[in-house]
């Protein structure tokens, strides 16, 4: 079994100021991590993903994440929030089994104030 | 650039009725997925498609719901009678290789269906 804990539901910071979305995830075999990004009436779109190389993970827009297999975490960060920035992410898990079923978290609102 | 399209885009609909949603994913890809995501939750996983086959409905309500994709490409997913609990969205996602590739293939998702029932 997998799961997907997002700790904060809502995140609000100031533009131009880091941003810090953490993710905690449990799964009984070695594990793909995505974070996906939804803004208002927009398809979710997919920020970044680890898939068992590097832990420092590169993505879209200036975030990144690291994968930490001793905490089980995946956390989002980006050092200085945009306006665009505003809108909900998922932090998602797969493993190599189950069709490589995917398990969402329940999201955290990211609110970026000029 | 390829997309994901749905329609309809919003739907209302008295409970009891029947309801439709199609889906077209992004060409070529095998992998399609409807989703359920309910205000303030992360999207569910309905079922998962490999070309035609099913290889996940576990969390379809399948005394109601009902979906296929006939010839590998395009999907409909069914909802049938409608309960007021089955207002949300409903995502299609798509994406290339196998179903048991490692889940390691990015998920490109469509605009969504937002469904209300009355």
């Known amino acids: 079994a997998q799961s997907v804990t997002q700790l904060d539901s809502h995140v609000s910071v100031s533009e131009g100021t880091p941003v810090l979305l953490r993710c905690n995830y449990s799964?009984?075999?070695?594990?793909?991590l995505f974070w996906y990004v939804q803004h208002p009436n927009k398809g979710l779109q997919l920020l970044l993903k680890?898939?068992?190389?590097?832990?420092l993970v590169k993505g879209i827009n200036g975030f990144e994440a690291e994968f930490k297999k001793s905490e089980t975490s995946f956390h989002l960060t980006k050092p200085s929030a945009h306006m665009s920035d505003a809108a909900e992410y998922f932090c998602?898990?797969?493993?190599?089994?189950?069709?490589?079923?995917?398990?969402f978290g329940d999201g955290t609102t990211l609110t970026v104030k000029p | 650039e390829a997309e994901v399209a749905q329609s309809p885009r919003y739907k209302i609909t008295e409970k009891s009725q029947a309801v439709a949603f199609w889906c077209d994913p992004i060409?070529?890809?095998?992998?399609l997925y409807w989703y359920r995501q309910i205000l303030g939750q992360g999207p569910e996983l309905l079922v998962q498609?490999?070309?035609?086959?099913?290889?996940?409905d576990s969390q379809l309500p399948k005394d109601r719901f009902s979906a296929e994709r006939l010839k590998g490409v395009d999907s409909t997913l069914k909802i049938q009678p409608a309960e007021l609990g089955d207002s949300a969205m409903y995502l299609c996602?798509?994406?290339?290789?196998?179903?048991?590739?490692?889940?390691?293939?990015?998920?490109?998702f469509g605009p969504g269906t937002r469904l209300t029932v009355l």
């Open positions: 680890y898939t068992s190389a590097a832990t």
């Open positions: 996602a798509s994406s290339s290789g196998l179903a048991g590739g490692g889940g390691y293939n990015e998920q490109f």
């Open positions: 799964s009984s075999y070695s594990p793909s």
């Open positions: 498609f490999q070309d035609e086959s099913v290889v996940d």
């Open positions: 060409s070529g890809h095998a992998t």
């Open positions: 998602v898990v797969s493993v190599p089994t189950n069709a490589g079923k995917s398990t």
